[in-house]
């Protein structure tokens, strides 16, 4: 069961099962991320099982891929209830996949699968954007590919649905994904779009990070499932500009070169953060932030869940998690007429 603003961390149970595959999925991540800063792509493609788009409905949902940047690699698997009802509009959800801005796609299986239970469920045209890898291309490479998908859509709304309405917009992503999220709706705030109207924020369990060890990963430090401090930091190393250190302005969000957002028009903002997330306390420092800047925050915390818990669907709370995602859009569409 979530709870708002309840830091206390229980006791973490995981089926054998899910302590498994997760224990591997990590331990292989840990063997393909090598010192001197390179990923032996190849051993990670044993481990991500890439799936096929879907034109054909299958479970209420059709999906199919859409190029934005051949020669970048930017493109979007575009998910579309396939019952929709006549004359009804509905909402765009722009959601960037985790991954620490190194692994996994929209094409990888767990992101798929995620992204056809948040279209069936929201009943929204969910648009899962690609964007380039870290080592191999560092900061802002990511930000832009983000904010290409963005504008793509904006001068291409024709790729869309015709009852897609991206007057009711929203971004959402999940770790790394969170982070890029957060990074493109700055940079939407600041663009002059016409036809993109963004209404909202979802922010799941963001990879934001600092030079400080926070409570949360000194008590975790490498022991919480999947998250560690050891391989956040080789990730923030790879990811961030050479000779920057983890308080720059794209990982500490919140911090001493953080961004005066006071004046642009950022979105209302959905945050989760679980107990057994050695992110924990960033997160709750990116919401507090939200807050101190004016802005419109919501807090959900899951203290007996850990990082990327509603990628794996058996657990309850993964179910929890995408009907708060639903109210939270119908509340701020409802608001905005």
Same mark, same amino acid.
């Given at each position: 069961? %979530?709870?708002?603003?309840? =830091?206390?961390?229980?006791?973490?149970?995981?089926?054998?099962?899910?302590? $498994?595959?997760?224990?591997?999925?990590?331990?292989?991540?840990?063997?393909?991320?090598?010192?001197?800063?390179? !990923?032996?792509?190849?051993?990670?493609?044993?481990?991500?099982?890439?799936?096929?788009?879907?034109?054909?409905?299958?479970?209420?949902?059709?999906?199919?891929?859409?190029?934005?940047?051949?020669?970048?690699?930017?493109?979007?698997?575009?998910?579309?209830?396939?019952?929709?009802?006549?004359? %009804?509009?509905?909402?765009?959800?722009?959601?960037?996949?985790?991954?620490?801005?190194?692994?996994?796609?929209?094409?990888?299986?767990?992101?798929?699968?995620?992204?056809?239970?948040?279209?069936?469920?929201?009943?929204?045209?969910?648009?899962?954007?690609?964007?380039?890898?870290?080592?191999?291309?560092?900061?802002?490479?990511?930000?832009?590919?983000?904010?290409?998908?963005? /504008?793509?859509?904006?001068?291409?709304?024709?790729?869309?649905?015709?009852?897609?309405?991206?007057? /009711?917009?929203?971004?959402?992503?999940?770790?790394?994904?969170?982070?890029?999220?957060?990074?493109?709706?700055?940079?939407?705030?600041?663009?002059?779009?016409?036809?993109?109207?963004?209404?909202?924020?979802?922010?799941?369990?963001?990879?934001?990070?600092?030079?400080?060890?926070?409570?949360?990963?000194?008590?975790?430090?490498?022991?919480?499932?999947?998250?560690?401090?050891?391989?956040?930091?080789?990730?923030?190393?790879?990811?961030?500009?050479?000779?920057?250190?983890?308080?720059?302005?794209?990982?500490?969000? =919140?911090?001493?070169? %953080?961004?005066?957002?006071?004046?642009?028009?950022?979105?209302?903002?959905?945050?989760?953060?679980?107990?057994?997330?050695?992110?924990?306390?960033?997160?709750?420092?990116?919401?507090?932030?939200?807050?101190?800047?004016?802005?419109?925050?919501?807090? !959900?915390?899951?203290?007996?869940? $850990?990082?990327? $818990?509603?990628?794996?669907?058996?657990?309850?709370?993964?179910?929890?998690?995408?009907?708060?995602?639903?109210?939270?859009?119908? /509340?701020? !569409?409802?608001?905005?007429?």
């Amino acid at each position: 069961m %979530a709870a708002e603003g309840n =830091s206390e961390t229980p006791k973490l149970s995981l089926a054998w099962h899910m302590r $498994f595959s997760i224990s591997l999925f990590a331990a292989v991540n840990d063997v393909a991320c090598r010192s001197d800063g390179t !990923i032996n792509r190849r051993l990670l493609k044993f481990l991500d099982h890439k799936t096929k788009p879907s034109p054909l409905p299958s479970n209420g949902v059709t999906s199919e891929d859409v190029t934005v940047d051949a020669a970048k690699d930017v493109w979007f698997r575009l998910f579309t209830p396939s019952t929709p009802v006549a004359g %009804a509009t509905l909402p765009v959800l722009i959601f960037f996949h985790g991954g620490g801005f190194a692994f996994l796609s929209p094409a990888s299986f767990g992101y798929n699968a995620v992204c056809r239970r948040l279209c069936r469920r929201l009943n929204a045209i969910v648009v899962s954007v690609n964007y380039r890898p870290t080592p191999e291309h560092r900061y802002p490479c990511q930000y832009d590919d983000g904010f290409a998908a963005v /504008k793509f859509l904006e001068e291409n709304p024709s790729v869309l649905p015709k009852n897609a309405d991206l007057a /009711k917009c929203f971004l959402a992503g999940d770790s790394a994904g969170a982070n890029l999220a957060h990074h493109v709706a700055i940079r939407i705030a600041q663009s002059e779009l016409q036809k993109v109207r963004v209404l909202g924020l979802v922010s799941i369990q963001p990879f934001f990070g600092g030079e400080e060890r926070t409570e949360a990963e000194i008590r975790l430090g490498n022991n919480a499932p999947l998250v560690s401090v050891a391989r956040t930091d080789w990730l923030w190393k790879v990811f961030l500009p050479n000779g920057s250190d983890r308080n720059h302005g794209s990982a500490n969000v =919140s911090g001493p070169n %953080a961004l005066d957002i006071s004046g642009l028009n950022y979105p209302n903002t959905l945050v989760f953060v679980s107990g057994f997330d050695p992110l924990q306390d960033w997160q709750r420092r990116y919401y507090e932030w939200l807050r101190k800047s004016g802005k419109v925050a919501q807090l !959900i915390e899951y203290p007996t869940m $850990f990082h990327a $818990f509603y990628l794996f669907p058996n657990v309850p709370e993964s179910s929890q998690l995408i009907s708060q995602v639903k109210d939270f859009i119908t /509340k701020e !569409i409802s608001n905005s007429e």
